[in-house]
């Protein structure tokens, strides 16, 4: 079969998505729908409706709104009637919400998904931020056919990522969006080598006696909040993962006991030991430290509630008696 020929349904979401969508009609695919989830409500009142940004770049490539499906639930009959319509070949999904089998199980060729993480390991909805916040050097990306258990199928092919250290969820997350599409056509040309069939290795195989596996779970805000007393280099890790978004938070407590939240968004190992209680503040030379368990950190942007992330040199000109705030 052509590639021409080959009927592809597209499914995702977020930006992450849009580099495979992109990178399958740059390469001349037949995506005959694009599936992805509801416009949102967004503003004060709730009032204007947003599109997601899959939807937004189909329409920008000509693909019909016609052909943008858009379900609040993937079990709707009026839904799979119209996605079984499309008689599509294969389906590929990337950052969409789990799907019922009658929906991964329609296409002749099955249904494949782009995973931002180096299965089995990182299995869940926040695989990017939980592998820096952990420390990892490496990641990848993932192909594997669908089935009944969340991020569990047969694995197509792996392509590896290295994390530097001065990395941040946004290096990372770029640099694995342009290796989930480049993943994605490769997986696709060996289906279509095999006329729909392709090798492929349960997860259970790749796991190692004693091997201990990380989940990816869902982030919320209380997630977010940093304990000062760890090391340095965990607090470090932790705040690069989940920076720019959703960013981290701790607590500034002044010495009249009032209480902001303050938006950690980067920091920098100093390698200078510390005995003092984690969470204090030091500023010196026009710098920002806090303490943690073993070493100071040095704090470089972070934003107060109700003003604009800055550098911590230009919140100290603006900031008295810091040294006699603390960190919780």
Known sequence: MKKEDLRIVFMGTPEFAVGTLKALLDGGYNVVAVVTQPDKPVGRHHDTLQMPDVKRFALERGISEADILQPEKMKDEAFVQRLRSYEAHLQVVVAFRMLPEVVWAMPRFGTFNVHAALLPQYRGAAPINWAVINGETKTGVTTFFLDHD???????????????DDYNVEDVYNGLMEAGAEAAIETIEMILKGDGHVESLPQEAMIQAGTELHNAPKIFKETCEICWNQEAKRVYDFVRGLSPYPGSWTT???ENGKKT??????????????????????AEN?????????ELLELVEIQ?????????????????????????
């Open 252 to 254: 500034l407590e002044d």
């Open 286 to 294: 026009g710098r920002l430290y806090v303490a943690a368990a073993d």
């Open 304 to 328: 107060l509630t109700g003003k604009k992330r800055m550098s911590a040199r230009d919140f100290l000109n603006g900031f008295r008696n810091i040294d006699k705030c603390r960190l919780a």
């Open 261 to 282: 939240v303050l938006k950690v968004y980067k920091t920098a190992k100093t390698g200078k030991k510390t005995q003092a209680d984690a969470g204090t503040i030091v």
């Open 150 to 164: 969340i991020d569990t199928g047969r694995i197509i092919l792996q392509r590896p990522f290295d994390i530097h």
